[in-house]
Structures are given as structure tokens and as C-alpha cells.
């Protein structure tokens, strides 16, 4: 079983920075898959970012193209969600995602492991 634990959110102003790590308890998050999703109040949970198993690929969404980076350390079994220039709008609860057998995590259907999720609030 894949635990996933999300930490680094929190409460930044307009124009600031914050990194997520998601950290997997499980052997297997080598082979899986990873993402990144957020909700915000109200809305449907949508699609972030994503990285393939090796870390040779990544994919984000256009809202977050050019001032995300996703990236993984497959030695340490983390995921990273670098944010940079962060808005009103990016504020959500993020949840890292893991989806197995090589599938990237596009897509909620996707995903056979999702996190507890972590509050980024961002003030404008």
C-alpha cells in the first residue's frame, strides 16, 4: 500500500514562493506515475502537474505552465511542486497523487493513491 504525506503549504502574499513535498512510504512509488491536483472551495478537483516514473517528463496545466516545477527524487521516494509567482486563484488544498503501473497521473481517474492534501492560501 502507497501512503502518500504532503507537507509545505501554508499562507503566502501575491508574487511569493512555496515548495510541496509528498513523501511515499511504499517501494513501489519508482514505478508509479506521479502528480499533483488541487480543489478549491467549490470547484472540482483538477489537474496540476505531473511526472513520469523516471523524471525525464513532465506536464502541467496551462494556468500553472512557466511558474511550476514538478520533480521527483526517486532515491528518497519524494515528489516536489515548486511554486513560484503564486496568485489568488493558485489557493486550493493540493493533493499529491500516485498512479500505478507507469500511468502518468493526468487525469483524478487515473489515480490509485491520493494524499490527505495540503492548504496553500495565497492573498492578494
Known sequence: QVQLVESGGGLVQAGDSLRLSCAASDRTFRGNGMGWFRQA????????????WSGSHAYYADSVKGRFT???????????LQMNSLKAEDTAVYYCAAASGGVLALE??????????TQVTVSS
Open 41 to 52: 472551495p467549490g470547484k472540482e478537483r483538477e489537474f496540476v502537474a505531473a511526472i513520469n
Open 70 to 80: 514538478i520533480a521527483r527524487d526517486n532515491a528518497k521516494n519524494t515528489v516536489y
Open 108 to 117: 483524478p481517474r487515473l489515480i490509485n493513491y491520493w494524499g490527505q492534501g
